[in-house]
């Protein structure tokens, strides 16, 4: 059996070792791992984001209201600790998300991660049949 520990890494500060192993501990997403249309939901210290996975990096993101108070497509770089060292196509708990967006030159960095949720398919279902106004077969619907 392999073993899945984190082992320090000895040309690694303790510093970027301990938060390697903070974060396998708070638990966070591999991109790669999720496929394209899931909707993840993330909480930061100070906004709630929604991202819609448009596979590899790519995603529809808004929630923040200066830069995507409506969704965007962004490119998710990954998540960091706040200095210069990045995980990359990963989203942490404890960790800042940093994506690139199309209106902006430098990369934008989230406050903290406190959560991070999948949106279920059955929510999804929810919602699409939310979103759907109430027409009947018989009804003349403006919005056909």
């Known amino acids: ?5 984190f082992m320090p890494h000895p040309n690694l500060s303790d510093e970027i070792n301990r938060n390697i192993v903070q974060s396998e501990i708070e638990g ?3 991109l790669s791992a999720l496929p394209p ?7 930061t210290q100070n906004h709630r984001y929604t991202a819609v996975l448009l596979g590899g990096s790519e995603a529809m993101l808004s ?5 995507c108070p409506e969704p965007v497509q962004v490119a998710i770089s990954g998540s960091t600790w706040g200095g210069a060292m ?12 940093e994506f690139c967006h199309p209106d902006y030159r430098t990369p934008i960095i989230t406050s903290r991660i406190q ?17 759907q106004p109430n027409c009947h077969v018989d009804d003349s619907c403006p919005h056909d």
Not at 86 to 97: F, S, V
Request: glycine share 8%.
């Open 115 to 131: 959560e991070i949720r999948e949106q279920s398919s059955d929510e999804r279902k929810d919602q699409t049949l939310a979103d």
């Open 63 to 67: 929630g923040h209201p200066e830069f």
């Open 37 to 43: 249309s899931t909707v993840l939901h993330i909480e």
């Open 1 to 5: 059996m392999p073993n899945l520990m």
């Open 86 to 97: 990045l995980k990359q196509r990963y989203i942490g708990r404890g960790m800042h998300l």
């Open 28 to 30: 966070g997403v591999l």
